[in-house]
C-alpha cells in the first residue's frame, strides 16, 4: 500500500488544500494530511484539524493528524513513502531546495508535485489572513465554514 504524507500549517485550510488532497487521494491508496504544529498559527492545532477534517470528511482513504519535527520523520513515523506537495509558480525554488534536502536525509521517500489547480493559483494562507484580517470576506477560498471561523478570530483581536 503506498502512503502519502501531505504536511502543511493548514492555517486556514483553503480549498486549493483541499484540492491537492482530492487529488492525491485519487493516485494513493492512502493519504495522511499531517497537520504541523506552530507557534505562530492563528489557529490553534486542534482548530486546524478541524477545519481539515470537516472539509474532507468524504474521503475515505484520508487522515488527519498532528505532525511536528523533520517532515521526512514524519513520514516515516506514519508509514509513507511519498511526500506530496502543492506546487505555484513562485514556490519552486523553496520546494526544490526542500524535496533535495530530504531527499539527503530518507532518500526513501519521494517528494511528488502536484501542481495547483488554476483557479487556486493565487491563493495562499497567508493571503487568507491577510484578506481576513482587514474584513474582507473569504468565503470564495476556502471550504465551508472556514470563513466564520476566521472572520471570528480576526473580531477578537
Not at 475515505?60 to 509558480?89: F, H, M, P, Y
Request: charged share 25%; with cysteine.
Amino acid at each position: 500500500m503506498t502512503v502519502a504524507l501531505y504536511p502543511g500549517r493548514f492555517d486556514p485550510v483553503t480549498n486549493g488544500h483541499v484540492d491537492i488532497v482530492q487529488r492525491a487521494a485519487r493516485i494513493f491508496e492512502k493519504v495522511v494530511v499531517g497537520v504541523a504544529k506552530s507557534r505562530s498559527a492563528i489557529f490553534t492545532l486542534e482548530e486546524r484539524i478541524d477545519m481539515m477534517e470537516r472539509a474532507l470528511g468524504n474521503l475515505d482513504n484520508v487522515q488527519v493528524t498532528s505532525i511536528e519535527g523533520l517532515t521526512v520523520d514524519s513520514a516515516k513515523a506514519c508509514g509513507a513513502s511519498v511526500i506530496v506537495r502543492g506546487l505555484r509558480v513562485a514556490d519552486f525554488t523553496y520546494e526544490f531546495d526542500m524535496a533535495l534536502m530530504n531527499r539527503n536525509m530518507a532518500a526513501d521517500i519521494e517528494s511528488v508535485y502536484m501542481m495547483t489547480a488554476l483557479e487556486h493559483l493565487f491563493v495562499s494562507a497567508s493571503r487568507i489572513r491577510e484578506l481576513a484580517s482587514f474584513g474582507r470576506e473569504v468565503t470564495e477560498f476556502v471550504p465551508a465554514g472556514v470563513n466564520e471561523a476566521i472572520q471570528k478570530k480576526f473580531a477578537k483581536q
